[in-house]
Structure formats: C-alpha cells, structure tokens
C-alpha cells in the first residue's frame, strides 16, 4: 500500500501508536475469548446438573433436554480445542480440567445408552473415557493437593470400568481395577479420608464383580462371557411356520423393566449380577463390542478414536423410533412407588403390537396368613425396597444407604405397621403382589419373576383376554448349590446364558477349547428342536405364538424348557419345587420330551458328567413317580 492510498488515520499514527491499537485488540480477542469459553463452561455445567433432575422415565420429556446438553459440550470442546493455547497461558486451563470435560461428555455418552438401550452409545463413552486415560489428563492431580480432585479422579476410574464391564473389555478392565486400586491407597495416605471405607467397598464389589463373570475357563484361560444376541444364538424357523403363524397377531418387546432387589446378591454400580445379566441378554451385539475379540482389545490411540473431530450431537440426531434393541429401565432395589410409576410410564409407551417385558429378581416375601383366600394379595409376593416413600421427592432419587434405610424403622408409623403385620391384620405394602400387575394385563405382557416365592404369581387371571405369559423360577435349590446364591440366579443364567449354567450345574468350570465348542453346538440343536417342538406341538396354548414373531422372546420362551428339561434329569433337583413352572402351563410333550432328553444326555455323556443324569429319558411311566 503507498503513502496516497493510506487513511488520514494511518498517516497521522506513529508505530507506537499502531502497537499499542495493535495489542489493545489483541488484549480484546483474548478477553473475549476468556469470556466465551467461561459462559460455554458454566452453561455446560448448569444442563449437566440439570440432567439429575429430569424424570427416568418417558421418552420425549427428556430427549429436547439431552439435545441441548449434548449441544453445549459439542461447542465447548470444539472451543476449547481451538483455543488452548491462549486459554493456558490467559485462563490457567489445566489438563485435568480438560479431562473434566471428556469425563462428564463419557458420562453424556453412558446414560444416553442406558436411556436408549443403544450400545453405540457405550462405545462413545469408551472413547472419552480410553482418551482421558491414554493423554494422561489425571495424572497431575496428586500434586494439585485437593482431596475433591482426587475424588473426581477416582469416580472417573469406576465409571469407566462400567462401561468396560458392559462391552466385555476385561483387559483393560482388570488393568483399570489395578490402577484404581494404586489410586485409592494414594488417595488414604495423602489424606486420610472420611470416605476412605466406602472406596475400599466399590473396589471390592467391582473384584468380586468380575470374578463372577468369568468364572468359566477355557484351557485354563478365563473367558468372558457374551449374554447379547448374536446372529448365530437365533435358530431359524423351521419350514412351515408361516401356515401356523400367519392368522396370529404378532407382538414384539417395545418397553422392558429390569428390577433387582436380592438383598444380598453380588452387585456395582446399582447393577446386581442378574441385572446385569438380563440387559444384555436383551440387547442385539454390535460388531464394534464384539466379545470374541474380548481379551486380544488394545485401547485405540487418541488419532483413531478421532476425539479430535468427533461431534456429539451427531449421533443424537439418529431416528429414535426405529432402534434395534428395545427400551429399558434398569431399577436396582427400587421401592413400590418407582415401580409402579416406571410400570405406569412404559405401558403408556407401548403401540398397539407392542409388548411389556416385566422382569423382577427379588427376595420372595409370604404373608404367613393362617387363611389364604384371595390370590392377588393373600399368598405373598416379592420383596421391594422397604424405606418409606414419603422420604422421597421424586421417582428417580438415588437408593437410600443401608443406614438411612434402617434409621427409618424407628418412625412410628413404622412401628404400627411392623405391628400390624405381626398380627397378621394386614399386609406389608412395601412389595409387590401379584394383585399389584392386574391393570397392566390390560396390554400383552410377558412377565418373568425370579424368587424364592415365584409362585405366588402362578395362577394369574388374564382379566382383558390380552396375550400374556410368565415365566417363574424354582422356588428351591439344591443345598450343593446354596453357597453360590448371592453370585446370581440360576434361572436367570438359564434364560441369559443355556451354556453357562449348563456348565455350572454339572460342576465345570474349566473346559478345553473343543469341549466349549461341542457344548456350543450341542445347545444350539437343542434349542433349535425346542423351538420346532414348539410350532408342531398341539397341546401349545395359542397365547404363546402371539410372542414367537420376537427373537429375544422366542428365545426365553425355547431356553425356559432346556432349563426345565436339564433340571428334570439332573439327580440333584427332585421334586416340582425345583423346577421352573410357567403360565399358561406348557404341556408336557415339551417340557417332557424325549428327543429333547435324550440330546441333553448326549451333551452330559460327551462332557464326561453323564453320572450327574438320571439313567435315561423320561417315559410316561416316569412321570407319576418322579414329580412326588
């Protein structure tokens, strides 16, 4: 530019002058700057708190409300990517403080999976949470000598190793339970703290969490267990099935409750070991949480994970409507009022082909009344959480301590109604009875109860005419295997895991590779045989098929009688107390087939546990004098 071109303004300012405009502006930007990234900071904080305030349940309440939260982190990591070096040197921003950032966009990740069922959404988090790890942004914050840092680091630890848990990455997973382990002992030295207890508690849950679930070797090496639905788990129809199902109406899982309350079932994170179980077994396996892979999975580098670039909200943006896996609620030790507003929601939900999967893993509880009269309500039920609900504000608060819980008996409408119940004059209102679930017959429901009193929701009447089936565990277990009780129910692992608890009742826990993969074929026939038994049988109430269109269904339904079938012949089990029982009642051309014996002791003769059997299949004659 020449002398003739320049403005009167920049002929008449000298280079003090321009320097001095020059870093006023420059002061301007990074005041700006300064300001933006701290209303972006604040913003996020406030929507992230605001999160613990939404209702769990129902879907377009909250979804605007994540859409906005999601929003704002995507602006500010992007911002804060773009600007760090001015918001170190400016604003002091340190490391762990970004880490801060991708911890809680993790915890966005974490609950939008659980509020979805989608496990994309796992793989999210995972992505944030091995970030954080692998750039190290934690690792100064023991110098930094504050003990609510520490804390933040700590909770990081255990949400991480959740969704480890949850995708089968037990590599890294057991590396991670070290680390925290190292983290805690630094964490009592440094400050000797108050919650010192409870940290040493969450790693003991999460060790003897995981020693559960993988208690299975496979030459000597422990596996990790797969519960989600995989192509190769689904039999195929059998030819012909078209004709039997084609003039039925079909209903498939759209809402499903997960509740545990076993009161002292193995459990983490307010996920009991059969919780856990149950809700990947109704989820559909992705190929990115592969568990084959499990123990061969390295955590990615920062590049491919592609933190750098990835947008937040764009997997939000997804069609809601159209996920593969069905909507669940998970509630842990919840009281009658959660589950009965998480009921109530779920069932409003529901479209007209849709069904309601009630799953309930609970301490059975009887009335002990002399006179037992109405089934709804005279024979007992199951156990929910006993503190008192009008010490809860809302549906979705936090479960109560055991302290907090105990506190309240000494209330003195407690004591009346303790009282009450002593006397046998009424009934003890914190559980559920079968009376409890009549108005949700109004819908197709598939109800499971896993309890010791699971027969108390036997005979059930169906008031509406709408399709309903349950399926109800044994009420008694061998004394051999009483001391694995709080290691998670077996009629669960059936319906989760056939393989499994195939293996667990024969009392193996360490097979060679060619014997895990004999088991795996053998199942596999005898649920395919289970499923043709199903469509060629006569004797089939016609409710059952309204259910047989759904693959997760189809697949309870098929695993229900191989978990009668192996509990019929194995010598331990005598008795009908031991058997799981249904409504309506499955005839006996399934739960006492021949063909379907005779493969479950050729499954038993080629595992070298044939002993463990009865000496042959079941013939008619049997059946009078075995059930006695």
Same mark, same amino acid.
């Given at each position: 530019m020449t002398a003739a071109g320049m403005t009167p303004t920049e002929t008449n300012t000298s280079p003090t002058d321009q320097q001095h405009l020059h870093e006023q502006q420059n002061e301007e930007y990074e005041d700006k700057v300064i300001q933006e990234f701290s209303h972006l900071l604040e913003k996020s904080k406030q929507l992230f708190n605001g999160l613990r305030d939404l209702p769990q349940y129902g879907h377009k309440q909250w979804q605007p409300y994540f859409g906005r939260t999601f929003d704002i982190y995507t602006k500010l990591w992007k911002f804060q990517q773009q600007h760090r070096v001015l918001l170190d040197k400016k604003y002091g921003l340190k490391r762990y403080q970004i880490g801060e950032i991708a911890s809680k966009i993790g915890q966005l990740y974490y609950h939008f999976y659980i509020r979805t069922s989608e496990t994309n959404y796992l793989n999210e988090a995972f992505a944030f949470y091995s970030a954080i790890r692998s750039r190290a942004y934690y690792s100064k914050v023991n110098r930094e000598e504050k003990p609510d840092l520490m804390v933040k680091k700590l909770r990081y630890y255990a949400r991480f190793i959740v969704v480890c848990l949850l995708l089968k990455k037990t590599k890294i997973m057991r590396e991670l339970v070290r680390e925290l382990n190292r983290q805690i002992d630094e964490y009592v030295k440094a400050y000797d703290p108050d919650d010192s207890l409870e940290w040493q508690l969450v790693l003991n849950e999460i060790s003897s969490f995981i020693d559960v679930d993988?208690?299975?070797?496979?030459?000597?090496?422990?596996?990790? +267990? *797969?519960?989600?639905?995989?192509?190769?788990?689904?039999?195929?129809?059998?030819?012909?099935?078209?004709?039997? +199902? *084609?003039?039925?109406?079909?209903?498939?899982?759209e809402e499903i409750l997960i509740i545990g309350n076993y009161q002292d079932q193995i459990k983490f994170s307010e996920l009991t070991i059969d919780m856990y179980r149950m809700l990947q077994a109704v989820e559909r396996q992705t190929s990115d949480s592969s568990t084959s892979l499990d123990d061969k999975s390295t955590i990615q580098p920062p590049a491919s994970t592609n933190l750098q670039q990835r947008d937040i909200y764009n997997i939000y943006d997804g069609d809601f409507q159209n996920r593969p896996n069905p909507h669940k609620y998970l509630l842990y030790k919840p009281t009658f009022s959660q589950i009965y507003a998480f009921t109530a929601s779920a069932f409003k939900e529901l479209s007209p082909h849709g069904t309601l999967l009630l799953y309930i893993s609970a301490d059975g509880y009887d009335t002990h009344f002399k006179s037992k009269v109405e089934q709804s309500y005279d024979f007992g039920g199951v156990k929910t959480n006993n503190r008192r609900d009008d010490t809860i504000e809302s549906p979705n608060s936090p479960p109560m301590s055991v302290t907090n819980t105990l506190a309240t008996k000494s209330s003195p409408s407690m004591n009346t109604t303790s009282a009450a119940s002593a006397t046998g004059s009424i009934k003890d209102a914190h559980n559920i009875f079968p009376g409890d679930l009549y108005p949700f017959l109004r819908k197709p429901l598939f109800l499971i109860i896993d309890s010791n009193n699971s027969i108390t929701f036997q005979n059930m009447p169906n008031l509406f005419g709408q399709p309903f089936i349950s399926l109800l565990s044994p009420i008694k277990l061998p004394a051999v295997f009483h001391n694995y009780q709080n290691k998670g129910s077996l009629f669960t692992l059936f319906l989760t895991s056939p393989i499994y608890a195939f293996c667990f009742v024969c009392h193996l826990n360490d097979l060679t590779n060619e014997q895990w993969n004999l088991c795996q074929e053998h199942i596999y026939k005898i649920i395919s045989e289970i499923i043709k038994i199903f469509l060629k049988s006569k004797l089939v109430d016609s409710t059952i098929y309204h259910f047989f269109a759904d693959e997760f269904l189809r697949l309870f339904l098929a695993r229900f009688v191989f978990c009668y079938a192996v509990l019929r012949l194995h010598r331990a089990f005598k008795g009908s107390g031991f058997y799981p029982s249904s409504q309506p009642q499955l005839s006996n051309d399934l739960l006492e087939n021949v063909q379907v014996h005779k493969m479950i002791l050729e499954l038993s003769a080629s595992l070298n546990v044939r002993q463990l059997f009865l000496e042959g299949p079941l013939t008619a004659a049997d059946l009078i004098t075995s059930t006695q």
């Open positions: 993988n208690q299975l070797n496979i030459d000597h090496v422990p596996i990790t +267990l *797969s519960y989600r639905l995989t192509n190769s788990m689904i039999p195929a129809l059998p030819p012909g099935s078209e004709k039997i +199902l *084609s003039n039925i109406t079909m209903y498939t899982i």
